[in-house]
């Protein structure tokens, strides 16, 4: 399996504009976590998915954020209008069983969003 | 409050030798305690994980530690690499409401 794959790697954006990354999580996984990383604030998970069904968003900002999961493969994550202060890199992780079981997370390599 | 504080911010070693990074957490009912490296530009990698009954647990050179009691634990290193040059971070699952807390991680640097 390749691993919990993002994309894009990189983005750069004017400020306003809308932003979508991607996520492809490990085949038969059936728990997805969205995460932001800064050096301010480190790790911070947005949301999670357990079966494709959004369980906790309480981490997601403000209603410019949002996040879907259409089927078991795919995930994105939306910014709608982009602001500077967004700029940071965004992990999706997946795992087998629900955020209460004791399993590995496995994180993919993460999109540097950078808005301008 | 829920937190997971760690310590030290950063730290640098000479390879080949040890270190132990701490963490140290608030987070009540506790569920489990992970342990994450994540090499720069890279997503985080789980080294360990640990629930209420168990006080260590080893993964190669890595060793953590759990007092549930105190509310501590610990990562060492032993005979350090250069590819443990990296940031390790400390988090902490909770009971009940199933929240996932995060220290902010220690940067550690191996110098040859």
């Known amino acids: 399996d390749a691993g919990v794959i993002q994309s894009p790697r990189h983005e750069v954006t004017e400020m306003g504009q809308e932003v979508t990354l991607r996520c492809k999580p490990i085949s038969g996984h059936n728990s997805l976590f969205w995460y932001r990383q800064t050096m301010m604030r480190g790790l911070e998970l947005l949301i999670y998915f357990n079966n494709n069904v959004p369980i906790d968003d309480s981490g997601m900002p403000e209603d410019r954020f949002s996040a879907k999961m259409p089927n078991a493969s795919f995930s994105t994550l939306k910014i709608q209008p982009s602001e500077p202060r967004d700029s940071a890199v965004y992990f999706c992780?997946?795992?087998?069983?629900?955020?209460?079981?004791?399993?590995?997370?496995?994180f993919g390599q993460g999109t540097r969003l950078t808005v301008v | 409050k829920n937190q997971v504080e760690q310590s030290p911010q950063s730290l640098i070693i000479l390879e080949g030798k040890n270190c132990t990074l701490q963490c140290n957490y608030t987070v009540s009912p506790f569920s489990n305690l992970r342990w994450y490296k994540q090499d720069t530009g890279r997503g985080p990698v789980s080294l360990t994980i640990m629930t209420f009954s168990e006080n260590t647990k080893s993964n190669g050179r890595y060793t953590a530690t759990l007092d549930a009691d105190t509310k501590q634990s610990s990562l060492h290193i032993t005979a350090s690499q250069l590819s443990d040059s990296a940031s390790y971070i400390c988090v902490v699952s909770a009971g009940g409401d199933d929240k996932i807390i995060f220290g902010k991680g220690t940067r550690l640097h191996i110098l040859p």
């Open positions: 992780a997946s795992s087998l069983g629900s955020r209460r079981t004791n399993t590995e997370a496995f």
